[in-house]
């Protein structure tokens, strides 16, 4: 079957991985459907962007940011009405639902909107000098070269909320994107270009971890590095940069609680857990992988939920009426399967699902059944560790003082949700649930773009997304302007 074949962005241009080697992209619902041939980059590929992203960040950073605003506005405008033609690449590589790969892009778009705003504003302060006849404030200033890796669940949303506010705080861009979706950042790419980037701002180089994510990290040129993936890669990340004292932010796995009190609207409690669960196949480092019920609708709850679950249609997030797509490649299905036997080994009571689909429809991908444990001890390992796919645990609790504890018991800390029509409880959860993200009565995904969005404990390493975003982007200069027209010494001559 015909399929295209990309190449690397470097300075502009279209390049080769200098190896010549190359892997193919293929359809997760469908491996005969190959998507693309991208190049398998190395380290020489690296250093050539890095050398061209050098070259044009002198241009760039005196480029006035409201001028560099307005292409992402523009780009804005080109993402929308390419939004359809976008989410149909982006299901074809990731495999998540079209209603779902839309929402991705707009995302994006969302982004480019509100960073673009941002142009005219980057802020800094001015504040009294403690001398006379002086004036002392502060600037944002671009950090220079940075470099972006970025995960395949969110092949678009995720890069816009790297390279927008990078490109706007002035700084010039590598980005790496996740082997299994390099088209959605192509396509992201290209409506920069079309925007009016100048050639060499944003450099894509393709290829797999070691050989082109760690180059890219260690290199000396390279001034900052933001990387969203599991925590295992990222200790890695942050240590590797350490040694060229790189900013590292840092944005991770969760296991992320869903906690439904007695007073509940159930119905809503219900919603809100499938789609948390089981949206985007439970790819999301946002998803629900832990329901906590209270005693008193733990029964109804866990009947509702899995007659739910039973009815959900698995396939291909290309056609109509399909709701869970499948995973993105074999090792997550291998994930997934590794955890369920962990679950059963550990004694919690599989409800539905458990296994690969592969008959049928399912025989050319890798899907696998939306998958319910109960009896699920905050012990277990099923409890407390990642599985980024369709698998959700039920964990029974008392009383809420209890729900707090098991929520927060874990060593991850990204999104949590509560649901309850108790305002009292609704506001202890706010101040007591160890996470970067909060929802009452909403599920655990769906965070806004214009809010902060990040994680603590080993979600992440302090830093925000969203609306903090330029924080890590820029970094700060203290300006003083003595117009005393003579010597002034600090802390010495202050006026008493
Ligand atoms: C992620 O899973 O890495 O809040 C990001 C959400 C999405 C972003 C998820 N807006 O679920």
Redesign the pocket.
């Known amino acids: 079957m015909a399929y295209s074949s990309y190449k690397n962005l470097i300075g502009g241009e279209w390049l080769p991985a200098k190896s010549g080697k190359t892997f193919l992209n293929l359809n997760p619902a469908d491996h005969s459907d190959i998507v693309g041939e991208f190049p398998a980059s190395g380290p020489e590929d690296v250093a050539l962007a890095v050398a061209a992203a050098q070259k044009t960040f002198g241009p760039w950073r005196l480029f006035p940011a409201p001028k560099r605003a307005e292409i992402l506005y523009r780009t804005g405008q080109l993402l929308q009405e390419r939004k359809e033609q976008y989410a149909r690449d982006m299901t074809r590589e990731m495999g998540k639902v079209l209603a779902e790969t839309r929402g991705d892009v707009q995302?994006a778009i969302d982004e480019a909107f509100f960073v673009a705003g941002e142009g005219r504003r980057l802020f800094g302060k001015t504040t009294p000098s403690e001398l006379q006849n002086k004036f002392a404030m502060s600037m944002r200033m671009p950090v220079g070269v940075v470099g972006l890796i970025t995960?395949w669940?969110?092949p678009m949303?995720?890069p816009s909320w790297k390279l927008f506010p990078a490109l706007v705080s002035g700084n010039t861009c590598i980005i790496k994107p996740a082997e299994d979706t390099p088209l959605s950042t192509y396509n992201l790419v290209q409506t920069l270009m079309d925007a009016g980037l100048p050639p060499g701002v944003v450099n894509i180089v393709v290829g797999f971890g070691p050989d082109a994510g760690a180059p890219l990290v260690e290199h000396s040129g390279v001034r900052a590095i933001s990387f969203?993936g599991s925590s295992e890669i990222g200790s890695l990340v942050a240590q590797r940069a350490a040694a060229t004292f790189k900013p590292v932010s840092l944005?991770m796995g969760g296991k992320n609680a869903q906690i439904v009190l007695d007073d509940a609207n159930l119905d809503l409690a219900l919603d809100g857990a499938l789609w948390g669960a089981f949206g985007?196949t439970g790819?999301?480092?946002?998803?629900t992988s832990r329901i906590l019920l209270q005693k008193g609708i733990a029964a109804e709850f866990t009947a509702k939920f899995v007659a739910r679950v039973q009815k959900l249609t698995v396939g291909n997030g290309l056609q109509d009426g399909i709701e869970v797509g499948p995973q993105v490649n074999e090792q997550q299905i291998e994930t997934s399967k590794k955890y369920v036997e962990i679950a059963l080994t550990e004694g919690a009571r599989l409800l539905t699902g458990g296994h690969p689909l592969t008959e049928g429809p399912y025989s050319k991908g890798t899907f696998f059944a939306p998958t319910v444990f109960a009896g699920v001890a905050p012990s277990m390992r099923i409890a407390r560790e990642e599985v980024f796919g369709p698998v959700v645990s039920l964990i029974e609790f008392e009383t809420f003082g209890q729900a707090i504890e098991i929520a927060n018991s874990i060593d991850y800390g990204l999104?949590t949700a509560l649901y309850t029509k108790d305002v009292n409880r609704a506001f202890t959860a706010i101040r007591d649930l160890e996470a970067g993200?909060t929802y009452i009565n909403a599920p655990?995904?769906?965070?806004?773009v214009h809010l902060p969005?990040g994680g603590v404990k080993h979600t992440g390493n302090g830093h925000r997304e969203g609306s903090e975003a330029i924080d890590f982007f820029t970094t700060w200069k203290a300006v003083y302007i003595d117009y005393s027209d003579k010597l002034q010494r600090a802390q010495i001559d202050n006026a008493e």
């Open positions: 995302e995960p669940n969110f949303a995720i969203t944005e985007t790819q999301r480092c946002t998803a999104s993200i655990t995904i769906g965070a806004e969005f």
